[in-house]
């Protein structure tokens, strides 16, 4: 029998592109197992009631595996001004958010903020970047009109109970820039990724498979 080498070159170009991504996974969360448990209560952000005083408020996380971003949830509600919030994805720059990556404009019918649990509000991703393992990201909210005041609910008292998130505050249309908190509670949030392999993996599984399948049709041959 001849070896049948278009149909091993199909079968790599397949493989390669099956190990090109995976399926959607959690590549951070901060919420509370068991039951996926945030806060009632959260922080204000948007055009909080002092005459002037405009706030966005961030949360970072680090994906535990390089990943194309799929979505992120986290609970946004809304307290007063129109139904209107824009949440943006941000770079880190020594610690603080740095650079727009992906913007979220108008999320629009969320939820009341006071009347319970705030529910997870999904955010999907238009252009899916890619976040590298290990590397610090920053998921900002802020009112989506100059009147919109809203909420985003905090993760639950564990560890350290002073606010971690960043929050930047425009005043009189002076912005301050971002100041950090010193603390571990921040936005309650759960991001999903496909989960991308470092390239000497990818090449490493064709390899494999190829000889795998040159030496099966050898022996076949023999």
């Not at 029998?1 to 996974?25: D, E, H």
């Not at 039951?35 to 994906?63: C, E, N, R, S």
């Not at 919030?85 to 770079?91: K, S, Y």
């Not at 392999?197 to 022996?219: D, N, Q, Y």
């Amino acid at each position: 029998m001849k070896i049948r080498w278009p149909c091993i070159l199909m079968a790599i170009v397949a493989l390669a592109g099956a190990t090109s991504s995976f399926a959607a996974q959690i590549v951070f969360s901060n919420l509370i197992q068991p039951g996926d448990q945030y806060g009632p209560d959260g922080v204000g952000l948007g055009a909080i009631p002092v005459p002037g005083t405009f706030i966005q408020y961030a949360t970072k996380f680090t994906p535990s595996v390089t990943s194309k971003l799929s979505n992120f949830q986290l609970p946004l509600g809304l307290i007063s001004g129109p139904n209107n919030i824009d949440v943006f994805l941000m770079a880190d720059a020594a610690g603080s958010p740095a650079g727009v990556i992906e913007m979220f404009h108008h999320l629009l019918n969320l939820p009341p903020a006071f009347g319970g649990l705030i529910p997870l509000s999904t955010v999907t991703s238009a252009t899916n970047p890619v976040l590298s393992a290990g590397t610090q990201y920053w998921v900002v909210a802020s009112g989506g009109t100059s009147t919109t005041f809203a909420q985003w609910a905090l993760t639950l008292f564990a560890g350290d109970p002073t606010d971690g998130g960043a929050t930047k505050v425009i005043q009189n249309g002076i912005d301050s820039g971002w100041v950090v908190g010193p603390g571990t509670r921040t936005g309650a949030l759960r991001v999903s990724g496909d989960a991308v392999p470092e390239p000497g993996s990818v090449s490493l599984i064709i390899i494999g498979f190829a000889t795998i399948a040159v030496v099966a049709l050898r022996r076949r041959e023999a």
